[in-house]
C-alpha cells in the first residue's frame, strides 16, 4: 500500500497527529489538542493533513487558505513536520506537493510559510523546493 495524503477530520484523526505536531510544538497540551484544532477549524478554516503509510502518521502539515492586501489569496502553512523516525523517506515531499497543488486548485497567487532561524534542514527542503526568503517576521510576546 502507497503512503497517501490524508485530510484528519473526526477527533480520533486529529488526535492520531499529536505526538509527530508535539515534535514541533512542543508546548502542546495533550488533553487540548483536539480542541484547539477544532477552535483553529472553525476560526481560521484551518486544514489538518497526513501521510499515513501502512495505517502509521508519518508526517503532517496545518494550513490555512487566506487573503490580504499584500498577497491576494494565499495558502499559509502554520506546521509542517515529519515524525522523527520517518524523515528522509519523501513524505515531506509527499506534503508538499498535495499542498502546492491544492494552492494551485483554489486560486491561490502565492505559497507561504515561516519557519524558525534555527531549522536549517527545513530551510534547506523549502529552498530546494522554490521558495525564496523574503521577509523577516518579528514577534512580540503580550502578557
Not at 477552535?39 to 478554516?45: C, Q
Not at 486544514?47 to 499584500?70: F, H, K, P, Q
Request: glycine residues 4%; aromatic residues 10%.
Amino acid at each position: 500500500m502507497m503512503p497517501e495524503v490524508k485530510i484528519m477530520q473526526s477527533d480520533e484523526e486529529i488526535m492520531l497527529t499529536f505526538h509527530t505536531v508535539k515534535q514541533l510544538r512542543p508546548h502542546l497540551n495533550q488533553t487540548e489538542y483536539v480542541t484547539k484544532i477544532r477552535r483553529l477549524m472553525e476560526r481560521h478554516d484551518y486544514t489538518l493533513i497526513t501521510v499515513v503509510d501502512e495505517n502509521e502518521v508519518m508526517a503532517v502539515a496545518g494550513y490555512r487558505l487566506t487573503e490580504s492586501l499584500a498577497w491576494d489569496q494565499y495558502l499559509y502553512v502554520d506546521d509542517l513536520i515529519t515524525n522523527e523516525s520517518s524523515r528522509k523517506n519523501g513524505y515531506a515531499q509527499l506534503l508538499w506537493n498535495w499542498l502546492i497543488e491544492e494552492a494551485s486548485k483554489k486560486g491561490c497567487k502565492q505559497f507561504h510559510l515561516d519557519s524558525g532561524v534555527n531549522r536549517f534542514d527545513a530551510h534547506r527542503f523549502y529552498l530546494k523546493n522554490g521558495l525564496d526568503i523574503t521577509c523577516h517576521h518579528f514577534q512580540k510576546n503580550i502578557e
